[in-house]
């Protein structure tokens, strides 16, 4: 790589972003979507969210296949058709009539085809691309999520106040196709190799520890203490964001906090959350992956306080919510793919990292439906609820420390 030519990696980047911001802009939006088809088809309110949660379903098997199916085929040929899927099952979103085609079309088609443009395919690729500021290109390509869901859950908003959802729909998945289709078939790449460049490397000690873990087979990698440790802390991780993803604006509505503040503060907190996710990622390569990821920690931690503590005499406490959930979710992901590309970058990660993403899913899936439970039960959010919290990312953040614990990978990669 010359002085002064951009590196083809940051390239990479960009439409990792764009992508990332498709993926979880159209899962957010759903959110708007559900309230006009429960009022319009007349549903009730679980079964029109069992269409999200097939999409979560469709996520959670189809993952480790997309990710292994890069790593053989290369990302383009995988992911096209991922986004030709999502954009044909939102257009026929609009042809819904009944609960079998919300199933077919948003549950299978748009959740089976926004799985090919996740973080699983995009850690796969970006893996290749970085091992020096690694933690950076993680987090600037993660950021597209937070972006993402406040653009596409505000232009679902404006489109179906204008056209009504069954325009909407088919308008969104237009976009998705202009959009997703040329990004990724123009200036994708799976490896360096194919630009004639190599990655950013790391220093020799750090590199034999991610080449040893290359030679082993895929199934004794996932047995592993490191990969069993990972899958443990991001799932208390991931079910602490989730649950309160899912059940804030009813949590701050019973607090006495308007709906319409609520849902506007739940925006804020998607676009925020993009610029932390860089800042986080930078940090990692500084200080390390684990104490950057505690530090957020904190912060996700001392959103929670201040969720369960906000009156309408103290909506100062919402502002603080908002900063310090932005900051604690956007640890996240770049951790994630920072932390699995550390150790197990190499020619199967695409399927390793799907696996991962897979497995982590699982808790969430149960813990958010645990606290609708809790709620039904006790008709109140607190004190449970709180502890489930506050328990869960005080287990994630110390499992985080038993990652491959005495190797260097993690604590400085730059």
Known sequence: MGRGKLYYGWVIVVVA?????????????????????????????????????????????????????????????????????????????????????????????????????????????????????????????????????????????QLISNFGWRWAFWGLGVLTLLVLLPVNGFFLKHKPIEVGS???????QEASVINGKQSKKVLSLLLTRSFVMCVLFASFALLAIHIVLVHNVRILMDRGIPMVKAASAFAMVGLLSSGFRVFWGWLSDKIGRKLAYTFGSFFLLVSTLFLFTVTPQREFLLHLFVWT?????????????????????????????????????????????LVGMIYDLTKTYWPHVFMILTLSIFLSTLLIWFVNKGSQTLHRMV
């Open 17 to 157: 972003f764009f992508s990332m911001a498709f993926w979880m802009g159209i899962r957010s939006s759903f959110s708007v979507f559900y309230a006009h088809l429960v009022d319009e088809m007349g549903w009730s309110r679980a079964q029109a969210v069992l269409a999200q949660s097939l999409g979560f379903v469709m996520y959670m098997v189809s993952v480790p296949f997309i990710g292994g199916f890069i790593d053989r085929f290369g990302p383009r040929k995988v992911i096209l058709p991922g986004v030709l899927l999502t954009g044909l099952g939102l257009m026929f979103c609009a042809s819904i009539r009944g609960l079998f085609s919300l199933y077919t079309f948003y549950g299978v088609m748009v959740g089976l085809g926004i799985s090919f443009i996740s973080i699983v395919s995009y850690s796969s690729v970006l893996a290749h691309w970085f091992d020096k500021k690694r933690g950076l290109a993680s987090g600037i390509a993660s950021s597209g999520m937070g972006v993402g869901t406040y653009l596409l859950v505000r232009l679902s908003e």
């Open 198 to 204: 190599g990655p950013y490397r790391v220093t020799g």
């Open 325 to 369: 959930f932005s900051a604690g979710w956007a640890v996240t992901a770049p951790s994630f793919m920072a932390v699995l590309a550390d150790l197990f970058k190499g020619e199967r990660f695409g399927m390793i990292y799907g696996f991962f993403e897979s497995f982590m899913y699982a808790l969430s899936i149960v813990g958010v439906w």
